[in-house]
């Protein structure tokens, strides 16, 4: 089987496996696991950030991220299909006790006319205060789109004019650097706060981050705490994330070439295939996922007439290319 389904799916390479037995680590709730205190230093410093909090799920990176701008009773701004918007079950609602407001986009980026327009200033007890504003980079319900650079350098000007907050959900932010070679510090600048996944294209087994100012972070650690989250020798997990920083960001471009060539082989524009994400629309999604799982293939339906197929870390090129043969006669 060739599994298409999605990038959290690769498992630890042996390497990697290697990486984590032999990790030194200590308590980490006492910040004496080594192995995580480098994990969290070398994210910073790669955001240029000062700095980082290891967690357990990008959801949990995502919650503790957005609460560090926006309390109860507040908004946080996105678009329509962003993972915290749709994803994480209303954690944001049900842990923080914030509100949000969507725009949509096409490819999931940032309408700076229409978020000047929703943006709503603290007028006391009349309105609900918009204290952050929150974008995806890349966005994957968009089909991994890339928002680019000078966007994101826009809406963080104008958050700044407004006295709000700007927090990045970079899941993937990895496979934009990769796609356009803007170094992860730039993608940090436009940002107050971020979390980032180490659990997807990069293939670690577990692992996300918050990487922020010390005094986010270290109100993170205390709400991860709260959250059930706070975790001991845990460096066995930190060390997979270290070898993926070491060895799996730059291999991102294979799996960016393997995703235009599905794209391709199953009638698709591969221009509009930024990185390792494909959208295709069929008339009955679940009739040509079960037809592809016949011949080898897994793909998921993501919506009654759309299937979303990933490329990653444990699909080589000969997978790749055997997977658009069968896209191909499908
Ligand atoms: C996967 C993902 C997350 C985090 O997911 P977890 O499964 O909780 O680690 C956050 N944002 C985006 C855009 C994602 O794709």
Known sequence: MIDLRSDTLTR???????AMAEAEVGDDVYGEDPTVRALEERLAALFGKEAALFTPTGSMANVLAVRTLVGPGQEVLCEARAHIARAELGAHAAYTGL?????????????????????APDMGPFFVPTTAISVENTHNFAGGAVTPLAHLQALKEYAGSVGAGVHLDGARIWNAHVATGVPLADWGACADVLAVCLSKGLGAPVGSAVVGTADAVAESRIWRKRMGGGMRQVGILAA?????????????????AHARLLAEAAGGDPDTVDTNIVVVEREDAAAYVAAAREQGVLIAPVGPTTVRLVTHLDVDRAGAERAAAVLARL
């Open 12 to 18: 630890p390479t042996p390497a990697m496996r290697r």
């Open 99 to 119: 509100t949000m407001r969507t725009w949509r986009d096409p490819r999931g980026g940032v309408d700076l006319p229409v978020v000047r327009e929703m943006f």
């Open 240 to 256: 997979a994330g270290l070898h993926a920083l070491e060895h799996h960001v730059d291999r991102l471009a294979d799996d960016h």
